[in-house]
């Protein structure tokens, strides 16, 4: 079973439409929780870290579901600038990080 | 702002060569990664080092190796380029810190090599 697992998508959605991407993670020692988004062909960047009350950053929120051992990102209002991969990672110990392959978003004008 | 940066952006090298790529990073973080990525399969991790001289193996290290002489630098070395290495190369650094209420290793990527083994 894959460390991280989501789904890839493509997700295309409307502008202004709420998006919702969920991941899963299979080790429950599993630490610290991330969001990244990477553009095509640059690098992934951190878009927020995922705490377990839940998180909000402007329109995006994340949530982390340690029971359940999944984690969630829900985008509101969304933007064309929006379009990108979100990858769903996951620490433990510090210096192990797992990788989700990424769910692509295409907002459509 | 961490910056890392890697030494080219595009590289074509021939099949038997030995290729070095290089990463540095200025935030003094404890923590480098090699990973590479391709299409379906995302970011696998070759190499990964906490320490000067210190390196342990990721994913999939066959077919490379690593050197970290000091702390802000990390190379990757193939040392027989073959046609199932090319990828697009991520390097990325981390340090233990704070952010908001908890404690969080963040990773922070170079803008990655892209190599052709032909």
């Known amino acids: 079973r894959k460390e991280v697992e989501q789904d890839p998508g493509p997700f295309n959605v409307p502008e202004g439409a709420t998006v919702a991407f969920n991941c899963t993670y299979s080790n429950s020692a599993s630490q610290s929780f991330f969001w990244y988004r990477q553009d095509c062909r640059k690098e992934p960047k951190l878009l927020m870290s995922v705490y377990s009350s839940g998180n909000e950053d402007g329109r995006f929120t994340a949530q982390l579901n340690r029971a359940s051992q999944y984690i969630s990102l829900l985008i509101r209002d969304s933007k064309l600038s929006d379009s990108a991969t979100y990858l769903c990672?996951?620490?433990?110990?510090?210096?192990?990080?797992?990788f989700g392959t990424g769910t692509s978003l295409t907002v459509i004008p | 702002d961490v910056k890392v940066t890697q030494s080219s952006r595009y590289l074509v090298k021939r099949t038997g060569e030995k290729v070095f790529l290089e990463c540095v990073q200025d935030m003094d973080h404890e923590n480098m990664f090699w990973y590479r990525q391709d299409p379906g399969l995302g970011l696998r991790l070759i190499y990964f080092s906490y320490d000067v001289k210190m390196k342990e193996k990721g994913d999939i290290p066959e077919g490379y190796s690593v050197s970290r002489e000091k702390k802000e630098r990390f190379s990757l070395i193939l040392e027989s380029a073959s046609t199932n290495q090319t990828s697009m190369y991520l390097c990325?650094?981390?340090?233990?810190?704070?952010?908001?209420?908890?404690?969080?290793?963040?990773?922070?990527f170079g803008p990655g090599t892209r190599l052709t083994v032909t």
């Open positions: 990672v996951v620490n433990r110990a510090g210096n192990q990080f797992y």
């Open positions: 990325a650094s981390s340090s233990l810190g704070t952010s908001g209420r908890a404690l969080s290793y963040e990773q922070y």
